[in-house]
Nanobody, 118 residues
Framework: VQLVESGGGLVQTGGSLRLECAAS????????MGWYRQAPGKQRERVAR???????NYADSVKGRFTISRDNAKNTADLQMNSLSDEDTAVYYC?????????????WGQGTQVTVSS
């Protein structure tokens, strides 16, 4: 299984970016997809996730600004980020997870840098 992220970059405070994640390989369904981020000197944190049943969770820090979506047929998950601030600067990682036969399977993308600058 391979996850490839795209869409990161440099944006000004208050701006927007859209991250895209494409998963390929032997992917089990149903599965959950999410976005995590890690800022320098901090632990990786979950930003948003969308479960197989469509349930969506957001970190409190991004509620109302970020929107996660997925296309099950294409195995993609996007993260629309609006009203960005410098606190959103981090490497963003796509995550794919499923549980099968009593085991958890989890995969990560290589990460994409998001830098918010004033």
């Amino acid at each position: 299984v391979q996850l490839v992220e795209s869409g990161g970059g440099l944006v000004q405070t208050g701006g927007s970016l859209r991250l895209e994640c494409a998963a390929s390989g032997s992917i089990f369904s149903p599965n959950n997809m999410g976005w995590y981020r890690q800022a320098p000197g901090k632990q990786r944190e979950r930003v948003a996730r969308i479960l197989a049943d469509g349930t969506i969770n957001y970190a409190d820090s991004v509620k109302g600004r970020f929107t996660i979506s997925r296309d099950n047929a294409k195995n993609t998950a996007d993260l629309q980020m609006n009203s960005l601030s410098d606190e959103d600067t981090a490497v963003y990682y796509c995550n794919l997870h499923w549980r099968c036969c009593g085991l958890d399977y989890e995969y990560w993308g290589q990460g994409t840098q998001v830098t918010v600058s004033s």
